[in-house]
């Protein structure tokens, strides 16, 4: 035993000592893990939409995200002329992660008036962060009230429109319009400024009663400002020639063996029953071909590109209309059924397909049960389709002159012989071609608005949830 050890007490081992320091750490540990959290420092996020910095009587939509311990309140108020208006004011005794509070602005902006205003949106969570007052985010913004909704005139209409056909409009909206065009059912057609010489203010939209839109739905010019307001005028037209015309065509296992089977490019795909074949492509591939074109007639020039009256495919015969409810049968019986959108023009084999009227070519090239296809845009959404070709003669974004060849009629695709398949496209919609072979109807409804000499025919109806009545069409 050495010297410093003589005289030192021995130590005392407490019994449990050992464990008592484990539990301590482990308790702290614990309360680290679990209270820790609590101090997040993650301030909500805050989104307005639309991110406009004018308001109007169009819904407003704010959304929180809150990443951390979850939302325990918010509000949000619009201040103008120094009085204040709660637009939402929630607390929560639960974390909240997400919500989205759509503001009906209309309901809330009573008693306001129009002018500058102050929209404050205050969140604040759960956290323990800033001396347990938690985390806060406020999005302040300098706003416009503006709850007047444009004003449009109508200065020349159309009293009747063919079912599938088109209609065309001339009309005045106010400066503060951003959009405007003509709905019906779920499409919509917008209108083009600067098409008159005499009246650069003035607006021209084509639009059409589609084939596929019930006879009691009638088109409503609308126009909206940078606010959301929105006003709407019921166009008054007669609607003329709804029938159309009901065909059955039998379908043989040869013609689905040498026509319908080859579309399908999956080998797998043509393994099944030769109905499921015919069906697999009468139905889905119909549908993605006509979305392809859809998508192709909705980008136009934005001026008129053609002349007078279109041309038909010369010396042909119309074989199929336009809208023609067809039911397909196999072995005596309905598989399914489809629309023909377009006029089948036969002549003899591989006769010359001319452009039915000048404007640049959209598209060359496959279309599934439409075979080889080209399509021409006429501008301001008016496009032509020719479908079926043998060959094809053009390139996409050539220029094109009315009856110049554009390639020779076949029977490629879904063809059971060789015949032009012409289509005619508004904004994507199919509509009925024969009026635009007419050049009386031209003359009539068309070319008296483009030079801006023809006047409203009808009174408009005005919609009953328009907060302010429209100016009335001049004389």
Known sequence: MSALEIGRPKRRLVPGLGFV????????AAGGYFVIPRFEWHKPQIKITPDSDTIGLSPLEISVTEQGTGLKSFTATLTSGGTEYPLVSEEYDQPVMQKKFPVALSAKLTGLKEGPAVLRVTARDRSLWRFFRGNQS????????????PTLELMADDRYVNFGGVGMIVYK???????????????????????????????????????????????????????????????????????YKKSTLAIS??????????????????????????????????????????????????SVLWHDAFSQLTNSKVEANFADARTYTYKDEAIDNAYHLGYDLSVTKHFPAEAANSGVIAFVGDLGIYGNTVIIDHGLGLFTLYSHLSSIDVKVGEPIKQRQVIGKTGETGLAAGDHLHFGVYLHGVPILPVEWWDQKWINDNIQPKLEGTAEAAAEPKESKTSPKPTRKRRR
Not at 207 to 216: G, I, L, R, T
């Open 21 to 28: 320091v484990i539990l301590l750490v482990i308790l702290f």
């Open 138 to 149: 406020v999005v302040q913004k300098n706003v416009t009230i503006d709850i007047t909704p």
């Open 173 to 243: 909206p106010s400066p503060d319009t951003i959009t405007t065009g003509i709905k019906i059912g779920n499409y919509f057609f917008p209108g083009h400024k600067n098409q008159i010489k005499a009246h650069p203010d003035h607006y021209i939209a084509f639009f059409a009663h589609p084939y596929n839109v019930a006879e009691n739905d009638k088109a409503s010019l609308i126009a909206t400002d940078k606010a959301g307001n929105t006003r709407e005028m019921r166009l008054v037209y007669e609607l003329k020639n709804v029938k």
């Open 253 to 302: 296992d040869e013609f689905i063996q040498s026509k319908v089977a080859p579309l399908l490019h999956d080998v797998g795909a043509r393994q099944g029953s030769p109905k499921d074949i015919f069906i697999k492509v009468n139905k889905d591939l119909r549908k993605e071909n006509e979305e392809k074109i859809k998508s192709i007639t909705e980008k136009t020039t934005p």
